[in-house]
């Protein structure tokens, strides 16, 4: 079964309101990472976590580090270029670098 | 910044037709992988490979085989294609160590039509 669960599954925001994005797995996990793809298809990195919190720029991640259980991502003043699909990874513990996807957030910032 | 390249870009084939993906990453990455996505199921694990003839299965391997001939190059082969195997496929690499490791570097995608 599905490992790691994404939600909202579809977003939509105007220009400079916040929102939270939010991966829960069903077992315990050693790292999570959150990608955004593109119009074009291109897949990014946004953030690498083994535990606690990073921020670059208007974006933050979070990865519970007790039960490893749940991370989330934040956008703060939502901007047109945030458009995308966002999807998180994470992998187990003793596998490597073997990781496991959500299915994907479609966010859609409107002005 | 890491770069993985992918070709071709777009592929159409028969079903039972032999196709190849190629896949070049140009920075000494350990780990090579190969992910298709489908609309309703993300991104999902098809093979990886840790370093040069090395070859682990993934989450959906079957009707595909890959080999690793050096650390740069991992290629998917599909010997008789299907259908079900109309995909957009992805390679990345990550390394095993150090202050990025575990981040994946994607390429561009193949996309792959099986009529």
């Known amino acids: 079964g599905d490992q790691v669960e994404q939600s909202p599954s579809a977003l939509s925001l105007h220009e400079g309101t916040d929102s939270a994005l939010r991966c829960n797995f069903t077992t315990t996990m050693r790292s999570v990472q959150w990608f955004r793809q593109n119009s074009r298809g291109s897949l990014i990195s946004l953030f690498y976590l083994a535990s606690g919190t990073k921020e670059n720029g208007r974006l933050k991640s979070a990865f519970d580090s007790k039960e490893r259980r749940y991370s989330t991502l934040h956008i703060r003043d939502a901007q047109l270029e945030d458009s995308g699909t966002y999807f998180c990874a994470a992998g187990l513990q003793g596998t490597g670098s073997k990781l496991s996807f959500g299915k994907g957030a479609k966010l859609t910032v409107s002005p | 910044e890491a770069a993985v390249t992918q070709s071709p870009r777009n592929k159409v084939t028969v079903t039972g037709g032999n196709v190849t993906l190629s896949c070049r990453q140009t920075?000494?990455?350990?780990?090579m992988y190969w992910y298709r996505q489908d609309t309703g199921h993300g991104l999902r694990l098809i093979h990886y490979s840790y370093g040069a003839g090395n070859l682990q299965i993934g989450d959906v391997p079957d009707g595909y085989k890959a080999t690793r001939t050096t650390q740069e190059d991992f290629f998917l082969l599909l010997e008789l294609a299907s259908p079900s195997q109309t995909s957009l496929y992805f390679c990345?690499?990550?390394?095993?160590?150090?202050?990025?490791?575990?981040?994946?570097?994607f390429g561009s995608g193949t996309r792959l039509t099986v009529l």
């Open positions: 920075n000494s990455h350990n780990y």
């Open positions: 990345a690499s990550s390394d095993a160590e150090g202050a990025s490791a575990e981040t994946l570097y």
